[in-house]
């Protein structure tokens, strides 16, 4: 089975106003929506969209988190939340030819609450692979995703993290199956700028080094690309109007776990992240698998030395 993790969830309220906002003054919106929000929910509603089940686990509380809930339900999508007092977080998106996000800091957690979830991720077997993404609450150990990376290590679980800082720098050492960053963020892990697939390939084999099994590495419009132990891939990304970048790296990584739980070739694998991850950029909501579908022979993967 598969599980994804968010720590932090949300319900997403997206505000689009045809006019420029004004700070100060009565702004009326032309359209308003709301969806589930953080990493791991993306991961589980893209892999629903593509057919592939999961089941969501995290922090939910209130009528927020009863929101969450339902709207996953409704999608098909089996959860196992931890409930907890306080409100799940409500983050507010206003689009107005560019987009502005304010992300609510989110409820406190206990150490009962924590340990519940920690006692779900220790029922994981050898067979389960667990999706790890997002942000830890302020209330949580800054360990979090150490201690859960060592569950997951001890009871054979694979995982995939997705994460920024030391938050991926130090689950290294527990091996996760699969990580990705963008370039960005890459550069960031080392103190440099990257901007071409030859600057991150020897970086992305750094992390390699350092214990990650499979590493891929998102560069926007510029392509993409996988590196673990044996082989070194580049793609092409399609070509398209690019309406929201929210859930593009989370589509990936579902695309990606989707395609290998069934084929276990790792080449197409990536060639479904990168179009799983272009989909959802071309879209004002998630990827659907029929866009993913249309868009994958314009992702061409081409193969690299893999001596770094």
């Given amino acids: ?19 420029t906002i004004h700070i100060g003054e009565l702004n009326r919106s032309s359209s308003e929506t709301k969806f589930p929000g953080g990493k791991g929910i993306n991961v589980s509603r893209v892999l629903n969209n593509i057919g592939i089940k999961s089941k969501a686990l995290g922090f939910v509380g209130g009528f927020t ?3 969450i809930e339902k709207y996953l339900r409704n999608e098909g999508i089996e959860t196992n939340f931890v409930q907890i007092d306080e409100d799940t977080r409500i983050n507010v998106k206003l689009k107005t030819g560019q987009e502005t996000e304010i992300n609510a800091k ?34 949580l150990p800054k ?25 991926l720098m130090k689950v290294l050492p527990y091996k ?32 390699i080094d350092k214990g990650a099994k499979n590493v891929i590495v998102s560069l926007a419009g510029d392509g993409a690309v996988f590196v673990n132990e044996h082989t070194v891939f580049t793609s092409t ?21 989707a395609k290998y739980t069934v084929s276990k070739n790792i080449q197409g ?25 249309e868009l994958l022979s314009q992702v061409e993967i081409s193969e690299t030395s893999s001596k770094i």
């Fill in 176 to 207: 996760p199956f699969l990580i990705k960053p963008n370039h960005h963020e890459l550069g960031d892990l080392f103190g440099t700028t990257l901007s071409t697939i030859e600057e991150v390939i020897p970086y992305a084999r750094k992390l």
């Fill in 237 to 257: 990304v399609p070509k398209g109007e690019v309406k929201s970048s929210v859930g593009a790296g989370d589509s990936m990584v579902a695309g990606f776990l």
């Fill in 1 to 19: 089975m598969i599980y994804t993790l968010t720590l932090n969830p949300s319900v997403d309220y997206i505000v689009k106003l045809d006019n």
């Fill in 106 to 139: 989110g409820p406190a957690l206990s150490i009962e609450h924590y340990e519940e979830l920690k006692e779900i991720v220790r029922s994981l077997t050898d067979e389960d692979v667990l999706v790890i993404a997002g942000s830890i609450p302020a209330t």
């Fill in 143 to 167: 360990t979090t995703y150490e201690e859960l990376a060592e569950i997951c290590s001890n009871n054979g679980t694979a995982f995939m993290v997705d994460a920024e800082g030391d938050l």
């Fill in 65 to 67: 988190g009863a929101y």
């Fill in 269 to 293: 694998s990536f060639q479904y992240s990168v179009a799983a991850g272009s989909a959802t950029a071309f879209s004002l909501d998630l990827c659907t698998k029929e866009l993913i579908e």
